[in-house]
């Protein structure tokens, strides 16, 4: 070995002329300590080099600068409400319910938790380590009828409307990527301190709904009796998307992109509703039912290819 050494450093000092196959002055270059070829060989490297340059250029040739990447498709969620038998006050609205009730309403909010949709033909998540442990120590948490697991185009904040004020606006605007949906899945649950349209008059964090205002029974009482409601109650469904002749999906976010119009209705808010003979909890849970059962859901698609 210590022979080897020798040589090597005899052969460089020397200065020897290089063979054609460069192999054997390299590797014993790197016998005797070089971590790269001395400048003679890094001289008769540059061909080699430059050949892969060449190819480099060559290889890309095919390549087009102009091509143009593939269009990015999006979902548009818009949040409405239906009034057409509401009457505006100047305090509020009122309305009348199926059993003759006469509803004032002078605050109200309600909380969407989430709006997503659902794939047609969902494939599996992948799933770790840790999910698979966690799915052996116990169930993971779901909302009102839908799994905890996520798709790409659910919403990531909840929102407070005001049902004072209610207005048609874009709850959200998100890009899933390529994906064929079915469905929709629309939750009402608690709002969380990141949640937007908080009021600041009243604390709708860990509440799901808020009304106030006053009613009338059927009978035709003269003074009307207040009621205050507050529920932390959630509750939603799975809404099927209109779909389009006889296409097996309603939307294909790898072709298209889609409005997806949420409508609640403020006309049956109250229907079933019998304020004189059912308890806070009783009231709140037929207020959240009628808000999800009435709710229509339109979908227009944009930019087929």
């Known amino acids: 070995m210590i022979g080897d050494v020798h040589y090597a450093a005899e052969v460089v000092r020397r200065g020897v ?4 196959d460069q192999s054997v002055p390299v590797a014993l270059a790197r016998v005797g300590g070089f971590s790269s070829p001395p400048p003679m060989q890094r001289r008769a490297g540059r061909p080699w080099k430059t050949l892969v340059a060449a190819g480099l250029v060559l290889a890309g040739a095919g390549c087009s600068p102009t091509a143009s990447a593939p269009p990015v498709h999006s979902v548009r969620y818009v949040l409405e409400w239906k009034r057409s ?3 505006e006050e100047p305090d509020g609205w009122d309305v009348t319910n199926d059993l003759g009730y006469r509803v004032h309403v002078t605050r109200g909010y309600v909380v969407t938790r989430s709006l997503e949709l659902i794939p047609c033909n969902p494939a599996p998540p992948p799933v770790s380590l840790l999910d698979a442990i ?40 998100l890009q899933p990527g390529a ?5 929709l899945h629309y939750l009402i649950a608690r709002a ?7 009021p ?30 507050v529920t932390a109650v959630a509750n939603g469904r799975l809404f099927d998307l209109p779909r389009r002749g006889q296409e097996s999906f309603a939307l294909d976010t790898g072709t298209a992109s889609g409005v997806v119009v949420v409508r609640r209705n403020l ?39």
């Open 17 to 20: 002329r290089q063979r054609t």
């Open 85 to 87: 038998n509401v009457t």
């Open 134 to 173: 966690t799915d052996l120590l116990g169930p993971r948490i779901a909302h009102a009828g839908h799994s905890a697991i996520a798709d790409p185009s659910a919403t990531k904040t909840a929102e407070v409307e005001s049902l004072l004020s209610p207005r048609a606006h874009t709850a959200a605007t």
């Open 179 to 183: 994906q064929k949906y079915c469905q």
């Open 192 to 198: 969380e301190p990141s949640a937007t349209g908080l």
């Open 200 to 229: 600041s008059e009243v604390d709708m964090v860990d509440q799901s709904v808020r009304i106030e205002g006053s009613f009338q029974p059927p009978t035709g009482e003269s003074s009307p009796t207040l009621f205050a409601l």
């Open 267 to 305: 006309d049956s808010i109250f229907n079933h509703v019998d304020f004189a003979n059912m308890n806070e909890r009783r009231l709140g849970r037929e207020i959240l039912q009628n808000l999800i059962n009435d709710t229509e859901i339109e979908l227009e698609v944009h930019g087929d290819e």
